[in-house]
């Protein structure tokens, strides 16, 4: 006996291979709003936020012009 995704990824692995990725952001998709709230109420972490240092570099630099 043969599953339907063993005989898709058989006789169509590129088909097979694009199915699996949709399924695989399905599931992210699913997750429980629980899960979701802690990620969107996550404090950013340290040195992750703001600018980039040359940005910053760039800023200065223009404020030095004017």
Do not use: D, H
């Not at 990824?9 to 097979?16: D, I, L, R, Y």
């Not at 998709?29 to 802690?38: A, D, S």
């Amino acid at each position: 006996m043969i599953t339907i995704g063993e005989y898709v990824s058989w006789k169509q692995p590129e088909v097979a291979q694009l199915l699996w990725r949709w399924v695989e952001r399905m599931k992210v998709l699913t997750l429980p709003f629980w899960y979701w709230k802690k990620i969107m109420e996550e404090p950013p972490r340290p040195g992750r936020a703001g600018l980039l240092l040359w940005e910053v570099e760039r800023i200065e630099a223009q404020a030095g012009n004017v």
